[in-house]
């Protein structure tokens, strides 16, 4: 994958959205997705927020999806808080 054009998803994040322009350090997570496979992902992540909020995760994480070559791609950018 050379270039994608994603789009914010913010039914994937957790806490607030995460600012990129001012952001010094962040972690990306890059996960490619079989065709159809859309809504169990959601699912999981939704799972992940759930745990994240019993937890009281000192993070903020934001996700986003897009399309490259045609295969179905989500980007998951962390950071702390």
Partial sequence: ???ML?????EYGYGPAVDLPTMR???VTTVRLRPGQEDQYAELLKLAEGCARQGKAEL??????????NAEYHL???SGR
């Fill in 76 to 78: 998951d950018v962390s």
């Fill in 1 to 3: 994958m050379r270039d």
């Fill in 60 to 69: 903020s994480r934001s996700g986003f999806s897009g399309n490259s070559r």
């Fill in 6 to 10: 994603a789009v914010l998803r913010p």
């Fill in 25 to 27: 350090y962040m972690a």
